[in-house]
């Protein structure tokens, strides 16, 4: 018995197991290579080869370079961070522009318009980004695009290095003595909540640090800043880089963005 040689095709047990595991793999191959890829829509009505080709992964066409599309994201314009002492000139520039047409509405020491936003000692580059969308479309506003259609870059750069100079905004709102501010809003301020993702705001807004363009929040009235945070949530105001306050938003029940534009109505 041990004298039998195993790998010999008078074995029949060599013979049986060899021969199904090669009938296994040819089945296997058939299917794998040609019945399916000729079931499969994807493939459409290729060549037999093409479709083998195909099914072995190999690419129906090569990839020369051009064939990638060039979807454009939101296109958002930042000033260079070099621009953070403007100069004077630059300053009385703005100052120049403003004093004619922007003060009646945006004031000087603070808002004068519950529904325009305050914008002394507000970030260079999120007036000037703001600017800039209103320019393009990119933020809509029938009143801001008529008022800055026609206005340079250099008149744009101008009119933030000057409100940037201003003495920041007191707060708009006052909450009556004794009164708090309400721990909602303390805490998504503070700590966000990151069950829902909200980031906590004063991560970027600037009370503990800070994201490009994104503006100093303080001063603002509480009409302002609920209808803003309502226009991220449904999708109307969508200006933000990467979405980033649409996110927060979208999260966001009306009552605590009614707290949170209090809370911030009353900051400075
Ligand atoms: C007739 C009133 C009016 C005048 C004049 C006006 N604005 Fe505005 N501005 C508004 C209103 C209202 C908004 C808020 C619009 C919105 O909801 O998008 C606004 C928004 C802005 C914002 C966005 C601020 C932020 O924090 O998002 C900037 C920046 C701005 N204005 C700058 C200017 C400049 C610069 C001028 C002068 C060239 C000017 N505005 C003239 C009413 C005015
Ligand atoms: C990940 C960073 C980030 C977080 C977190 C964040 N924001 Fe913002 N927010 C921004 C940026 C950036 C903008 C400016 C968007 C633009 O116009 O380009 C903005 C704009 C706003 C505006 C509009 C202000 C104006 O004058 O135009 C309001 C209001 C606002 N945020 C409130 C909040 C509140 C309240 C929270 C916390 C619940 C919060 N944000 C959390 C980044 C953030």
Request: aromatic share 4%; charged share 10%; proline share 7%.
């Given at each position: 018995m041990n004298d039998e040689r195993l790998f010999t095709l008078r074995n029949p047990w060599f013979v049986w197991s060899v021969g199904g595991t090669l009938g296994i793999a040819i089945v296997a191959i058939l299917i794998g290579f040609i019945w399916l890829p000729s079931a499969s829509s994807a493939f459409g009505d290729r060549?037999?080869?093409?479709?083998?080709?195909?099914?072995?992964?190999?690419?129906?066409?090569?990839?020369?370079?051009?064939?990638?599309?060039h979807v454009p994201s939101e296109?958002?314009?930042?000033?260079?961070?070099?621009?953070?002492?403007?100069?004077?000139?630059?300053?009385?520039?703005?100052?120049?522009i403003a004093t004619q047409h922007c003060s009646?509405?945006?004031?000087?020491?603070?808002?004068?318009?519950?529904t325009a936003p305050a914008l002394a000692g507000q970030y260079t580059d999120a007036v000037y980004k703001e600017l800039r969308d209103y320019q393009s479309g990119q933020r809509e506003s029938a009143v801001m695009q008529a008022i800055i259609a026609a206005r340079s870059d250099q008149d744009l750069h101008d009119l933030a290095a000057y409100y940037a100079s201003l003495a920041r905004a007191p707060a708009a709102e006052k909450t009556p003595a004794g009164v708090g501010p309400d721990a909602t809003a303390v805490r998504l301020a503070m700590q966000g909540d990151p069950q829902r993702n909200i980031a906590p705001c004063a991560a970027c807004h600037g009370e503990l640090d800070r994201k490009g363009a994104a503006p100093w929040l303080g001063g603002q009235s509480s009409q302002y800043l609920a209808a803003q945070l309502r226009a991220f949530a449904s999708g109307e105001r969508h200006?933000?880089?990467?979405?980033q306050m649409r996110n927060v938003a979208r999260q966001m029940t009306p009552e605590e963005i009614d707290s949170l534009a209090k809370y911030y109505a009353a900051m400075q």
């Open positions: 060549s037999l080869w093409a479709r083998i080709c195909g099914a072995a992964g190999v690419p129906s066409s090569w990839y020369s370079g051009s064939s990638v599309s296109v958002v314009v930042l000033p260079p961070s070099g621009r953070v002492h403007p100069a004077a000139d630059a300053i009385g520039r703005g100052a120049t009646m509405c945006h004031g000087v020491l603070g808002t004068v318009q519950v200006n933000d880089i990467n979405e």
